[in-house]
């Protein structure tokens, strides 16, 4: 693990430093987005096609990232209901990616507050806004089409998240907004070119990842300043808030009434999943190049990094 980060103040831009070397400057890498999103952006009501019909013996989600593959149960199910579930869980993680970039663009707002409404930092903001808006829609239509229903997260976790839009710092923000988007990023980098996959899910997948990645590499770069600048005390509360942040999202990451809608015992469908390892490996992937940016800037050390342990997401 690396050493901790000096604390500077942000007047200090040209020679801040952490563990990757010099941070490049806020306003160039906001411009370097702004340009790639006038380039590369979509709007999925038109560059999709809605009004195909969906295919007949086709996965919403590749099997190897269906959270039952390769348990007891999974070999005892039909080849049509391990498709149905693969369809409810593409709902239940939209419904998740929907509740998350809700809190997300609250977060961006309370970032931008104070800042020059004229820099283009703050403009990148706002267009990361909008597309995460285009996102929620999109997700939304998602849902209906495969004609599964949308899967809320618990009412514990609604307000648990109500709490944390309220008061997160700004590096705990951009550190909970990594979380939310690297692990789902990384699967739906599998989905998209996968033939197995409904092509409408194909298609959703690959606008998202697209888009997605400049929102990555704009709390990235912003994590990384606020680590550097911030003052000791934000720094453990961030460290301590992104564990338990990782807690609750593995748990919420898969409503457990997807498998009553296809007819499974609950309880016995969890606790398989809990106890597979490939599910295990499949979520500590997804979550490895996030945990070793997030070790070399100094957020994975103390009770932060225990309770990422907790979470099954740090190996």
Not at 2 to 25: C, F, H, I, N, Y
Request: with cysteine.
């Amino acid at each position: 693990m690396t050493s901790a980060p000096t604390a500077m103040t942000e007047t200090d831009t040209e020679v801040l430093r952490d563990a990757l070397g010099l941070l490049k400057d806020r306003e160039q890498v906001a411009e370097r987005l702004l340009d790639s999103s006038a380039k590369h952006s979509f709007d999925p009501d038109t560059e999709l096609d809605w009004d195909a019909p969906l295919e007949d013996g086709k996965w919403f989600w590749p099997p190897e990232l269906v959270s039952l593959y390769d348990t007891p149960l999974w070999r005892k199910m039909s080849l049509e209901q391990q498709q149905d579930l693969s369809r409810h869980e593409a709902a239940s993680l939209a419904s998740l990616g929907i509740w998350f970039e809700i809190i997300l663009m609250q977060l961006l707002v309370r970032h931008i507050y104070d800042k020059p409404v004229t820099s283009a930092h703050v403009r990148y903001a706002l267009t990361e806004i909008a597309d995460e808006c285009r996102h929620s829609k999109m997700f939304a239509r998602m849902i209906q089409k495969g004609g599964a229903p949308a899967y809320p997260v618990s009412r514990l976790n609604h307000n648990l998240a109500r709490v944390l839009k309220t008061v997160s710092t700004t590096p705990g923000s951009f550190a909970c907004t990594l979380l939310g988007e690297e692990i789902l990023d990384w699967m739906q980098r599998l989905t998209f070119p996968d033939e197995r996959v409904q092509t409408i899910v194909r298609g959703v997948t690959r606008i998202h990842v697209v888009e997605e990645a400049r929102h990555v590499r704009y709390a990235r770069e912003e994590l990384r300043r606020q680590m550097v600048t911030a003052p000791r005390w934000e720094r453990e509360l961030t460290r301590i808030s992104s564990g338990e942040a990782a807690r609750v999202f593995s748990v919420a990451f898969v409503n457990p009434d997807v498998y009553t809608h296809v007819g499974l015992d609950r309880r016995e469908a969890v606790a398989q999943v809990k106890a597979s390892g490939h599910r295990r490996e499949v979520m500590q992937s997804g979550a490895r190049r996030l945990t070793d940016f997030l070790d070399e800037i100094g957020v994975l050390r103390g009770m932060g990094r225990r309770l990422w342990r907790s979470s099954g997401l740090l190996a």
